[in-house]
C-alpha cells in the first residue's frame, strides 16, 4: 500500500488558471508539509501542517494555499498560476514535527 | 535506522563572532542534505548539498559536504542577532520513495 500518495503524477495547464494537487497519506501521522522542487532541482518547504494548525512559510505567494480536509489530507491550491510555478511538487508526512519524514511520489506540474 | 545527529545543540556567541555548525549523518542510499533556519514558524531553506568539496556560499552563510566521512558544516561569519535561531539539517535517503531525517538542530543565540 502507498503510504503518502499524490495526484496527479503530472499536471499540464495554461498560465491564469488554477488547480489543485491532493495529498493523502495513511500513516497515521499528524503533521503533513508540501515541498516544491526547481529546476535545479533545490528541495523547498512551502508549508508544514500539524494537527490544525498551519504553519506558513512567509516566502510563497499567497497564490498558494493549503487545505486540509482532515489529518490525512493535505491539498494544494494553486490560484492564477504563473510559468515560474513549474516544478516538481512533493507532498510528505511525519509523525510529528521534526520526525522523519515519508515523501510522496511528486506532482510535476508545467505551466505553459 | 536512519540518523542525523547535530552539534553542538546550542551555542552562545557575540555579535562579530564565527560560528561552525556541525551535522554528521547515518543514512542508507543518501541522496541530499538541507540546511534550513527556524526562527518562529515553518523552516527557512538555506542549502541543499548533493556533490562533496563543493562549497555553497549565501552572504555570511556557507556550507560543505563531505560524503566519505558523512558530515557536513554550516559556517557564519560576523555574525549579528539576527542570526539567533535554530539551524537544521536534514537528510534525503532512499532508493524508490525517499525519507527525510532531521537533526535535532543547534539553537544559535548571538548577544550584541
Known amino acids: 500500500d502507498t503510504a503518502v500518495s499524490q495526484t496527479p503524477k503530472y499536471l499540464v495547464t495554461q498560465m491564469g488558471n488554477d488547480k489543485s494537487i491532493k495529498c493523502e497519506q495513511n500513516l497515521g501521522h499528524d503533521t503533513m508539509y508540501w515541498y516544491k522542487q526547481d529546476s535545479k532541482k533545490f528541495l523547498k518547504i512551502m508549508f508544514s501542517y500539524n494537527n490544525k494548525e498551519l504553519i506558513i512559510n512567509e516566502t510563497v505567494p499567497n497564490r498558494f494555499s493549503p487545505k486540509s480536509p482532515d489529518k490525512a489530507h493535505l491539498n494544494l491550491h494553486i490560484n492564477s498560476l504563473e510559468l515560474g510555478d513549474s516544478a516538481v511538487y512533493f507532498c510528505a508526512s511525519s509523525l510529528a514535527l521534526r520526525e522523519t519524514q515519508y515523501f510522496g511520489p511528486g506532482t510535476r506540474l508545467l505551466v505553459l | 535506522e536512519d540518523k542525523v545527529v547535530q552539534s553542538p545543540l546550542s551555542l552562545v556567541v557575540h555579535e562579530g563572532d564565527t560560528v561552525t555548525l556541525n551535522c554528521s549523518y547515518e543514512?542508507?542510499?543518501?541522496?541530499?542534505l538541507l540546511w534550513y533556519k527556524q526562527e518562529k514558524k515553518a523552516p527557512t531553506f538555506l542549502f541543499m548539498l548533493?556533490?562533496?568539496?563543493i562549497e555553497k556560499k549565501s552572504g555570511r552563510l556557507s556550507s560543505i559536504l563531505d560524503k566519505k566521512e558523512l558530515f557536513s558544516i554550516l559556517n557564519i561569519t560576523a555574525t549579528q542577532t539576527g542570526d539567533s535561531a535554530i539551524y537544521l539539517c536534514?537528510?534525503?535517503?532512499?532508493?524508490?520513495?525517499?525519507?527525510?531525517?532531521f537533526g535535532k538542530g543547534t539553537k544559535l543565540s548571538v548577544i550584541p
Open positions: 543514512v542508507t542510499n543518501f541522496r541530499s
Open positions: 536534514a537528510v534525503i535517503s532512499g532508493a524508490g520513495s525517499y525519507q527525510l531525517t
Open positions: 548533493t556533490s562533496s568539496g
